[in-house]
């Protein structure tokens, strides 16, 4: 009887320490916390948005937008911007360009003539050069502002980028 009772309380206990084991660990956000968390992604930054971007793009050879490229591949001053995001190809496998450009205080026309000429030349690259379409990408890139941005994409399914550049960009 004593070994029937010990047994039995060796089970009981074995059972109270693995059900301590599936207590959560955690706490279900609630509502405000889920909108709190989105408040926060919203404005995140170029870097952000150019790797929710790129990340299903199937074009190969993508390469770092920076300001020494600017300034070597399409012959650009850099004094006329304080920062620089984005990503190109080198146009072998098509095109998936977006620039974003933060123009300094009162250069923000020489901003948008940077965008168009760096638009220019990859419509002149691809003009005898024409794969997957790149041509017409490049002639129908847009150029457009968005808070301190200045932004060109020629890229498919642009409408996608701009929503996703909306997410992380502030007005």
Same mark, same amino acid.
């Given at each position: !009887?004593?070994? =029937?009772?010990?047994?039995?309380?060796?089970?009981? =206990?074995?059972?109270?320490?693995? =059900?301590? $084991?599936?207590? /959560?660990?955690?706490?279900? /956000?609630?509502?405000?916390?889920?909108?709190?968390? %989105?408040?926060?992604?919203?404005?995140?930054?170029?870097?952000?948005?150019?790797?929710?971007?790129?990340?299903?793009?199937? %074009?190969?050879?993508?390469?770092?937008?920076?300001?020494?490229?600017? %300034?070597? #591949?399409?012959?650009?001053?850099?004094?006329?911007?304080?920062?620089?995001?984005? &990503?190109?190809?080198?146009?072998?496998?098509?095109?998936?360009?977006?620039?974003?450009?933060? /123009? &300094?205080? $009162?250069?923000?026309? #020489? %901003? &948008?003539?940077?965008? #168009?000429?760096?638009?220019?030349?990859? !419509?002149?690259?691809?003009?005898?050069?024409?794969?997957?379409?790149?041509?017409? =990408?490049?002639?129908?890139?847009?150029?457009?502002?968005? $808070?301190?941005?200045?932004?060109?994409? !020629?890229?498919?399914?642009?409408?996608?980028?701009?929503?996703?550049?909306?997410?992380?960009? /502030? &007005?």
């Amino acid at each position: !009887m004593q070994r =029937l009772l010990l047994i039995f309380s060796c089970i009981i =206990l074995v059972i109270l320490f693995a =059900l301590q $084991g599936f207590q /959560p660990q955690y706490q279900i /956000p609630t509502i405000d916390q889920l909108e709190e968390d %989105v408040q926060y992604t919203e404005g995140s930054g170029p870097e952000e948005a150019l790797t929710e971007i790129y990340f299903d793009v199937d %074009v190969l050879g993508v390469q770092e937008v920076t300001s020494q490229v600017l %300034v070597d #591949e399409f012959g650009l001053d850099s004094s006329h911007w304080s920062a620089v995001y984005g &990503r190109y190809t080198n146009g072998r496998f098509g095109i998936a360009d977006v620039f974003l450009i933060r /123009p &300094r205080p $009162g250069h923000e026309d #020489e %901003v &948008r003539e940077c965008l #168009e000429t760096i638009k220019l030349s990859r !419509m002149n690259l691809f003009r005898n050069f024409d794969v997957f379409g790149a041509y017409s =990408l490049a002639e129908n890139g847009s150029i457009y502002q968005r $808070g301190d941005y200045y932004i060109l994409l !020629m890229i498919d399914n642009e409408e996608a980028v701009r929503n996703i550049l909306r997410t992380y960009l /502030p &007005r």
